[in-house]
């Protein structure tokens, strides 16, 4: 019998940007328990970011914390850089930091909405992976891209058309990562959340009813804790999941599958 491929992380590096809350805090939690050293990005919460390091220490892990807007390439570039000096070569990055829409109709939506959460979401993504890339690269290939999309990728929603586009992209921009980094062995690939219990849905987990409310739609009548999306980047950064490659992997407690019902 073969041997099976283990998903310890022991020596790796990973770059978590947005790891000062939700889903990037999560993964940070998971993946230093797993034995990688965590580079914990943040933009304006340093406070919670220093209660990521906390976890990530108890976790027997080595933490590093870094403030950076990742709209702004020479920031971006920075963060790589200071990775690199005081954690080593990245072998993962986790493009987590994200805005949600502002509820705005596009004939009525600011400019500058739109330019940020294209800045934020998808821009942020494509200077991290472009920096990425090139450190793998020097290093002979190898590594894991997860992408932090969206059910919106695909589901269209009205009042969030910036986030939508900028979802949908990534999703783009994933797949044609995939192509161009496969002969690389560098694997990336999409997480799309559903509704998740994270800051972005702060008013759903301050009021009951309108949790209550909100998951009517979802199959499994509940909202994702951020766990749960940890545990699966988690099996897609290790080598178990070394044939996957330019998906979209949704956790979403169904939703995907209620597009059209009712009709």
Aim: proline share 3%; hydrophobic share 40%.
């Amino acid at each position: 019998m073969e041997n099976k491929p283990q998903n310890s992380l022991s020596g790796k590096v990973a770059i978590i940007t947005g790891a000062d809350s939700g889903i990037g805090q999560a993964t940070a939690d998971e993946l230093s328990a797993k034995g990688a050293s965590i580079l914990i990005n943040y933009h304006n919460d340093k406070e919670s970011a220093e209660k990521t390091l906390k976890i990530v220490e108890g976790n027997g892990g080595k933490g590093l914390i870094f403030q950076c807007d990742v709209s702004d390439y020479a920031q971006v570039q920075k963060m790589y850089e200071t990775t690199v000096k005081e954690l080593g070569v990245p072998y993962i990055i986790v493009n987590s930091a994200g805005i949600d829409s502002q509820g705005e109709m596009v004939d009525e939506m600011d400019i500058a909405i739109f330019d940020t959460a294209i800045k934020t979401n998808l821009y942020g993504t494509f200077y991290s992976c472009k920096e990425f890339i090139k450190l793998r690269k020097a290093e002979g290939g190898e590594g894991k891209i997860i992408n932090i999309s969206s059910v919106h990728e695909d589901i269209p929603r009205a009042g969030a058309a910036e986030y939508c586009a900028s979802k949908g992209a990534v999703r783009n921009l994933t797949r044609c990562l995939s192509l161009e980094l496969a002969e690389f062995k560098i694997n990336v690939n999409n997480v799309a959340p559903g509704m998740i219990l994270t800051p972005m849905n702060q008013q759903a987990i301050d009021d009951p009813k309108e949790l209550e409310k909100q998951v009517q739609s979802i199959p499994l009548k509940r909202a994702g804790e951020p766990w749960e999306i940890a545990k699966l980047i988690a099996y897609l950064v290790s080598e178990d999941a070394a044939y996957a490659t330019g998906q979209t992997y949704f956790l979403d407690g169904g939703l995907m599958q209620n597009i059209g019902q009712g009709a």
